[in-house]
């Protein structure tokens, strides 16, 4: 009587491999060997003969005691329970069992695709994934380490479940999500699904005023916030679109941390007092525009302490940028003392005026202490010498010697008188 030596041996394999159970009977005889899909009671092979129109499948004998059935390009529909038969008076059988693991693959069409929306809405991803096992699903934000804000108080760098609910999305919440399968099969796999939150845009400003010397450089920031992106650029005081770089702007938008993030900036080259006044920064797009105002002024000169000509110290001012310094000189010879009239007893009086005399660096020490000498500085006028006036609300016998008056200027373009000292000679 025929007999089983081996069981059927349990097999696991991927889909599109090929596959063999075996099947060993010692004195088999002139009985008959069939393989059957149990799972269907589909007699599939009888002896050297395949039975079933399936192709794929096979039957091989080594010519001694093994029999063994044959499927290429397995795929899931040929998992089940596999019978090896033997046509004895009461049948005899043993089984095996084939299981076909598939990779995880993620169904596009019952997916979500990239989406856009209002900011301040809700919005659902879904997710499906198919395979054996059946995967599980989870989901990553593209970037690594960004957590996934699912409400007010929650936010997790992963959200396992085949649906992603986000409450009250915001700009934030822009990016790329990551809906991964896996069922332990390789590979793994996810799909791409990209999140655009429309909003107004939003204009931040760092600095709202900025001073700068007359012929320097000033460079103006801003930062906008805004998607979808539009229209960012600068508007002159005298509300002239800056639209380009030309010689007098140079123009630069460049990208933030995140896609609907711009860092704007604008230089004005070499300041003049036509580009004192206000700048705005502006930003459009679809949802809307705003801008924010920055007011460029002309930096006010250092001020200086008198004391320093009172105390008769020496001092050296350089503080307003590198430009050097310049000297106007005021001498009256002991013979001369008719150029100090009265008819400008009143000049200190006179409000500050303006002078550019780039010249020199100048160092002043002051020799005398006590000396009552007062001084304001005038253009000079038609009926004057080309220099400015001296004028000395009192003065005592030391006058009769020689005295010498250092105006040092800072020789920058259109700047203030800025110090005064006083070298007096007896």
Not at 352 to 359: A, D, H, I, S, W
Request: with cysteine; net charge positive; charged share 20%.
């Amino acid at each position: 009587m025929p007999d089983f030596l081996e069981s059927i041996s349990n097999v696991t394999v991927p889909a599109g491999r090929d596959v063999r159970l075996a099947c060993v009977v010692e004195h088999l005889g002139s009985y008959k060997l069939a393989w059957i899909q149990k799972d269907r009671s589909a007699i599939l092979t009888v002896g050297n003969h395949v039975i079933t129109r399936n192709k794929r499948i096979g039957v091989f004998h080594d010519g001694h005691r093994t029999w063994y059935l044959t499927i290429k390009n397995v795929r899931p529909g040929d998992a089940g329970t596999y019978m090896c038969q033997i046509n004895t008076e009461t049948a005899i059988s043993q089984t095996g069992h084939i299981s076909v693991v598939v990779p995880p693959y993620i169904k596009d069409d019952m997916s979500s695709g990239d989406v856009s929306l209002q900011e301040r809405q809700d919005l659902t991803l879904a997710c499906s994934a198919r395979g054996s096992p059946v995967p599980t699903i989870k989901w990553r934000r593209e970037e690594d380490n960004q957590r996934i804000r699912t409400n007010h108080s929650i936010s997790q760098l992963e959200v396992h479940g085949p649906l992603l609910r986000l409450t009250d999305v915001t700009r934030t919440d822009m990016g790329a999500y990551l809906c991964i399968a896996n069922n332990g099969i390789p590979p793994a796999v996810s799909k791409r699904i990209e999140v655009s939150v429309k909003f107004l845009p939003t204009v931040i400003v760092p600095h709202q005023l900025v001073g700068v010397p007359y012929g320097q450089n000033v460079t103006l920031e801003c930062y906008v916030e805004a998607w979808p992106k539009g229209l960012n650029y600068w508007k002159r005081p005298n509300g002239i679109d800056i639209l380009h770089a030309d010689e007098k702007y140079v123009v630069k938008a460049m990208p933030g941390s995140q896609k609907y993030k711009t860092h704007m900036l604008l230089t004005i080259i070499h300041v003049s007092k036509a580009d004192i006044g206000e700048y705005n920064c502006i930003a459009n797009n679809s949802q809307g525009g705003a801008e924010q105002v920055i007011r460029v002024s002309a930096s006010s000169p250092p001020q200086h302490n008198r004391n320093a000509i009172d105390k008769g110290y020496e001092t050296k001012d350089n503080s307003y940028g590198k430009s050097p310094l310049s000297s106007v000189t005021w001498s009256k010879e002991t013979d001369g003392s008719s150029a100090l009239k009265d008819e400008h007893e009143d000049l200190r009086k006179s409000p500050p005026r303006k002078y550019q005399n780039p010249q020199h660096d100048t160092n002043t020490k002051i020799l005398n202490q006590g000396l009552d000498i007062d001084l304001s500085l005038l253009p000079p006028s038609a009926s004057s010498a080309s220099l400015p006036f001296l004028h000395m609300s009192r003065c005592t016998s030391s006058c009769l010697g020689i005295v010498s008056v250092i105006v040092t200027v800072v020789s920058s373009p259109c700047c203030l008188l800025i110090l005064l000292l006083l070298s007096a000679g007896l």
